[in-house]
């Protein structure tokens, strides 16, 4: 294996992860950034930066300039903070800003971290704030938001591989079985492939039960450089990879729908940093914010060939115990999505794993991990790849 | 001098700063990347990232996933993409994540770009979506905006020192001197000190003439490793030093509100870690967002003592003659302040001024130029050291 061990996760804090209408986005990333504080069982005076990952501050609780917020919280002033944006995928651009951090040698050890409070606005302002992911002046202007997106690109899958409403539930059923072995989850029910084909259709063929939630959260991992996670940690675990891309943001731009090109070339990078392949990975946490997107992600990806993502969750091969288990965390249709925070929390499940701590959803042995964050409907993506 | 040449800046680009009432977010930053890679005189293809500062796509124009967007508009998708922000710092905190993304390895030559387009919304809107670069909770709900806080720390300012209405204005009819000789600034207009003393009061002390206006623009700038700079270009400007800092948004928090501890953080810094001092900078561009606000940059990086800055600024030490010439573009005070762009278009006056083609406002024989980029009151703040 070619990839470097530079640059370590050495501390992970989640918040619960739900509609959490007593909370405040302050309390949000003051749990997370303690929480992982503790964990890493360091002085708050070691960090020397922060990275923090949300999508729209400005939209959902009027307030940007969200670095130094969140840095102040801490109590950390008047160290570094930035706070960065790609939609959904911010968290996971955090994570690669803060990686970039300390390898540029300006940084030693950085907080990164992603925060979301999605349900302070009404209904109505939650889709218009996520839909400015999309393309406001050919999407969002006359009126495509993501479940519709979302639905043309399953209806092409559908099409093109012979993809059926019953594959897509059952990524569904798989990650609530999941999620239903995580504390931290928004939703720790399992569910049946009746209850999702019976749900209510929000936008055809995608059912209520295909699509993540709305929801409140904040993640943060704290990353240190080898000689520092060397003194600070008896068991870090190394982030090794880090790729990113990037596609048009409205959909009728794209090569073809059913492919998203930006996890492609992310994941492309990824490997050929780390000189590994799908197969040696153990596990991996996706962006499954339609059940489709986990289809397409694993195709991209390149966990099974295009077009037999369907087939592959059918057969039970991204289940806990398949040959590559998908989303052990509950993903983002069980855990929720609190966009910002996905990415962030994405990496503290591959940790979890890593270190032997994810208790019921433990993939046994687990040695390299990765994370594949997406923003809107394919705009962005960031795919990392941690190792023990 | 201690630094390294390891991350230059081989290409510019900006757009006319203005009301630009006829032109988009798309077409702004078009134009400015387009300008860039002409100046630079490379294939666009050569460039692997981009590094966007925004403060508030969300409430501006309804846009997040702002880094995608720029790199689709450039056609150069599927190269990664990220959007920073930092308030009206954002286009500083971009050009310091470009230089991280560079000095990590992870990319070799990049954009970091920077825009606003504040005028298509309504006036009120305006002011609602800068006040979320201050703390809302505490200042912002309670209609406390940005001439507000200025004003208070010019109260402040002329009561503990002596700072006079009249030296304020003076960094006014400076500005408006230097601005009068860039093609750029939305008002290049020189004005008298009785046209500023004489202007509507906004926030007593402060009139209209000493805030910044409200601006649409965009500006580039295309970094490169040294290894490509040397390839790509005959005159490289380096980028050989980037400090940042954090305060508190909320202004009462301040240890002392005359002082912007971040600026001080985020100028030690960057003095450390070039080995150079106040006397070796020839020029510098400092974020005047207000009057009061360039008399307080001009202390806290240590160009004159504390107090002392209406008096420096009064003996003419700022103009294009003086010790130490500030704002030589015109500043944010008469260049314009489109909020994401500023920190970028500094960068991009440091490097005409360093490769001596500044034209009308040329320092002679400038080695080492300055960019002071602030965030909010101060909440945050990233200093760049920038030589021939």
């Known amino acids: 294996m070619a990839f470097k061990k530079e640059v370590a996760i050495i501390g992970v804090g989640l918040t619960q992860f739900g509609e959490l209408w007593d909370r405040s986005f302050r309390s949000l990333i003051t749990e997370a950034g303690t929480k992982a504080i503790a964990d890493a069982g360091i002085k708050p005076e070691k960090i020397d930066g922060l990275f923090g990952g949300n999508m729209s501050g400005g939209l959902f609780i009027k307030q940007e300039h969200l670095g130094s917020l969140a840095m102040d919280q801490a109590g950390l002033t ?11 995928n911010s968290g996971g651009q955090a994570l690669r800003a803060a990686y970039m951090g300390i390898k540029s040698g300006l940084h030693d050890v950085v907080v990164a971290g992603g925060v979301e409070k999605m349900t302070d606005v009404l209904t109505g302002a939650t889709t218009e704030a996520l839909a400015t992911a999309a393309d ?11 479940p519709g997106e979302y639905a043309l690109i399953a209806r092409k899958h559908m099409k093109e591989y012979g993809t059926t409403e019953e594959q ?31 749900s209510t259709r929000v936008a055809d063929p995608l059912k209520l039960f295909d699509c993540s939630p709305i929801t409140d959260g904040a993640a ?40 998203l090109d930006a996890t492609v070339a992310a994941a492309r990078q990824a490997f050929k940093q780390t000189g590994l392949t799908t197969k040696d990975i153990d596990l991996a946490e996706v962006h499954d914010c339609f059940t489709i997107a986990e289809i397409c992600a694993i195709e991209d990806i390149g966990f099974c060939k295009k077009g037999e993502g369907g087939k592959f969750t059918e057969q039970g091969q991204t289940s806990l115990t398949g040959s590559i288990p998908i989303n052990t965390s509950g993903g983002l249709k069980s855990k929720g999505h609190p966009v910002g925070a996905t990415g962030i929390a994405q990496a ?15 993939i046994k042995d687990a040695e390299i991990a990765m994370a594949h964050n997406v923003g809107g409907s394919g705009g962005s993506c960031t795919v990392h790849i941690f190792s023990r």
């Open 78 to 88: 008047p160290m570094p903070a930035m706070r960065i944006e790609s939609a959904c």
């Open 136 to 146: 406001q002046e050919w999407e969002a202007f006359y009126g495509a938001t993501f």
């Open 168 to 198: 897509l539930a059952k990524v569904a059923v798989k990650n609530h079985y999941n999620g239903a072995r995580n504390p931290y989850a928004q939703y720790q029910n399992e569910i049946t492939l009746e209850t999702v084909m019976k």
């Open 220 to 259: 943060a991992v704290i990353l240190a450089n080898a000689e520092q996670a060397k003194e600070l940690c008896d068991d870090p675990i190394w982030l090794v990879g880090s790729g990113a891309g990037t596609d048009s943001l409205a959909l009728h731009d794209r090569r073809d729908i059913t492919t």
């Open 348 to 362: 503290v499940e591959a940790t979890l794993q890593l270190r032997g701590k994810a208790d019921r959803r433990q």
